[in-house]
């Protein structure tokens, strides 16, 4: 009979803070299922079963350590600056609506900054417009804030494309920015507490808390370049493979910006033509970049039948969203020039709650916890026993 190696063993025991329910590119598609529902039905009514659905999924599946608990803070963010952009629309914005009020000071931004008439006229229908906007916009984020939540960066740094493996991990050292803050917020509160043995010191809180918090975050930054510099990243010449993919790369920005350019002069023909060009040009980089890459991926996750199962069903969503936005569907958009409830689509409601299905991995977790061997002493004596000599 032959026994599963003692690390298979490991994987199966490990908490969710170490690894992740489902594969990372399962949780990409999951999110961008969410984001393409936002942005295709960006009725109130559908952004809050989103949200809920995004919030329900967090807080079963998201990961315990410091990322999984930056979801409310990106939400509070995002919420915050709603708020800022509403009061923004409705300060510059004039003359589409019912006036509510009038602001005592009216004054006009130089042309430099836009021209904009500041004060004046508050209005009811550029208020309720502005914020159902704002609402979508969180709705954005919050889907953001789950994916970030909920998956493996490690695995999803090493699922992207070779040729994108250093922007990739630029961008996960910057995510992994806010979580790190906190932590070390937290400890500082702690060793503050500590210290003064739970009694609270309101008088120079901030510069106790701002400048442990900036010195251990630059710690941390110097600690990282050195890191990064003693395994070489950066140290070797750029091969011509190398060079070819970024001047193809390059090609393929260019032919993009050209077609915004040519989308906003409505010039539809050279600006369908332009990115053509752009998306062959990119697919031609990657293809190339990721040849010269010689990076080898050690012991890499592979995708299981509930990782597919998620992916499957979690795009049920978006081709229902599709499919009523091509029937016409007036739900999908909601116009709050009146206080009116929006119109709501209750099969659409019910597909949207596909985005759920996440939670099909509680159940596939709580079987494989209750068949798990026991880990006892015995099991570990014979395992190592099992072991070659040279891995103890």
């Known amino acids: 009979?032959?026994?599963?190696?003692?690390?298979?063993?490991?994987?199966d025991r490990m908490p969710s803070a170490d690894r992740s329910r489902l594969h990372a590119l399962a949780w990409t598609a999951w999110a961008a299922s969410a984001a393409v529902c936002v942005y295709a039905a960006p009725s109130a009514v559908y952004g809050t079963v989103i949200l809920?659905?995004?919030t329900l999924v967090v807080e079963s599946c998201g990961r315990?350590?410091?990322l999984g608990r930056t979801y409310g803070l990106f939400v509070a963010i995002g919420a915050i600056f709603g708020v800022v952009r509403v009061a923004i629309t409705t300060l510059t914005t004039h003359g589409v609506g019912v006036t509510l009020?009038?602001?005592?000071?009216?004054?006009?931004?130089?042309?430099?900054?836009?021209g904009f008439t500041v004060g004046g006229t508050f209005e009811r229908d550029v208020l309720l417009q502005s914020i159902a906007e704002a609402y979508t916009i969180t709705v954005f984020i919050a889907v953001f804030a789950a994916w970030n939540a909920v998956v493996s960066h490690h695995e999803a740094l090493r699922a992207v494309p070779r040729a994108f493996h250093e922007p990739a991990l630029v961008v996960t050292v910057a995510i992994a920015f806010v979580p790190s803050t906190l932590t070390t917020l937290r400890a500082v509160q702690e060793a503050e507490r500590a210290r003064t043995g739970g009694v609270v010191r309101r008088r120079g809180a901030l510069r106790r808390r701002v400048i442990p918090v900036l010195e251990t975050g630059l710690e941390r930054a110097v600690a990282l370049a050195e890191s990064m510099d003693a395994r070489g990243l950066g140290h070797s010449t750029p091969s011509r493979e190398e060079r070819t993919s970024a001047w193809t790369m390059l090609v393929a920005l260019l032919a993009a910006a050209g077609g915004l350019v040519a989308l906003i002069s409505r010039a539809s023909t050279a600006a369908v033509a332009l990115f053509v060009v752009s998306g062959a040009a990119g697919t031609v980089a990657i293809v190339i970049g990721s040849r010269a890459q010689r990076r080898v991926r050690y012991r890499p996750r592979p995708f299981t039948g509930t990782d597919l199962a998620v992916i499957a069903v979690s795009a049920i969503a978006p081709l229902a969203v599709g499919w009523a936005a091509i029937a016409g569907e007036s739900s999908l958009h909601w116009t709050p020039t009146r206080l009116e409830v929006p119109q709501v689509s209750v099969l659409l409601v019910v597909a949207l709650t596909s985005l759920l299905a996440p939670l099909l991995t509680l159940r596939h977790a709580t079987a494989r916890s209750a068949t798990a061997p026991v880990d006892t002493a015995m099991d570990r004596?014979?395992?190592?026993?099992?072991?070659?000599?040279w891995t103890r």
């Open 52 to 54: 809920l659905a995004c």
């Open 381 to 389: 004596h014979e395992s190592v026993a099992r072991e070659p000599a």
């Open 64 to 66: 315990t350590g410091a």
């Open 101 to 114: 009020f009038r602001w005592p000071f009216v004054f006009t931004l130089p042309h430099l900054l836009g």
């Open 1 to 11: 009979m032959m026994h599963n190696p003692p690390w298979r063993a490991t994987l």
